[in-house]
């Protein structure tokens, strides 16, 4: 009877650990973003994905996600018959491939360019054996065998102008392929650039799950990732001198994860996840006396606006156009907390995967103005109209970069 059970148990105990060997893998290519919030620095997106799920132990790949994931943010929930046991994560490098639709559009147009570059070459080659046929045979009728002056003429008319059609026809052939030459080589450079971010690793979440019999499985993922950020930027608009300002608040936002977002709802926070909540230490400070040194106001007025030329550039056309037509701040919605402020945007935004910046508007606000002149003949010979602004401590204002238009003219760019 003891026997019995001790051997029981070894076999009780070999199938607990061989039972995840048989597990069944399911890779999941795509998954669906929900909602993408921006911070100033990084965002927090969350994804989902309805899965069949097979009885038993299996693994389950969330494939095609950035690199660049903050490994601690990862949360993955689910709603189903089954029990989540694990959630790991990896870097793939050798994964399905993944051309976009541009690199195929691409790789075909390179196709036939080359096809009928390959064909010209071809072309040129035939004509300049025929050339060598008929300057080999130039001497007509051998060194004993005299030619009638009749048929020599008519043989080197023929030669003649046989060379300088062929001759004609390779440099026609030869200009269209310094053409297409041209053409293929800047697809290559595009397809370089593009398989180099296709050719970049990216992120896998595996998921183990258990479930007593076959089921489906609605799954949320969520994880905070970087290369993402939006920055402040105001458009000041005067109309005239007694008008109030017109303030409209907008988000310069850039995403560079390596894939794109389609018709996803964004929200905006101004709160920095990636700084930390370690509370700072307060260093004493050592002052000293310097000597003064003066500085002409001139001079330092020069360089404050080289400063801002370098920082602003001038407004595209789009911006001078009204905005009756409707804004994206009119669907934007503003919730104030003690750490953030968080702008939700009901219509859907798509932002490809770029260095550059989108911008959307968020906020638009109408501010009492009191305007004065100001002017410093000995430096400027200008005088400046001034618009004096109360109360501004009211509004959520960050510090960014301002185009200011007077009179629907844009008459310069500030940093504040």
Known sequence: MNIFLKRSLVVVAGFIVAYPCFAETIYVSKTEINQVTVFTNGATIQRSATIAVPAGYSELKFENLPPSIDLASIS??????????????????????????????????????????????????ALQEEQNVLLANKNVGGTNTGVKLEDLKSISTYVSNRILEIRNKIGSINSKNTGLKRQIDRINQQLAELNAARNEPFSTIQVSVSANAKTTGNFKISYFVGNVSWTPQYDIRVKSADSPVDLLYKAMVTQNTGEDWNQVKVRLSTGNPAAGSDKPTLNPWFLNFMPQVMIKSESKRNDYRNSNESMLAMPSVAAELKLDAGSTYQWVTATESQLSTEYDISLPYSIASSSNPISIEIKKDILPAKYSYFAVPKIEREAFLVASITGWQDFDFRQGPANIYFENTFVGGHFY
């Open 76 to 125: 993955v929930t689910a709603t189903g018959d089954f029990i989540i046991l694990n959630v790991a994560h990896q870097l793939d490098y050798l994964g399905p491939d993944r051309k976009t639709g541009e690199m195929i559009a691409l790789e075909d147009s390179l196709e036939k360019l080359q096809s009928t570059f390959d064909g010209n070459m071809n072309n040129i080659a």
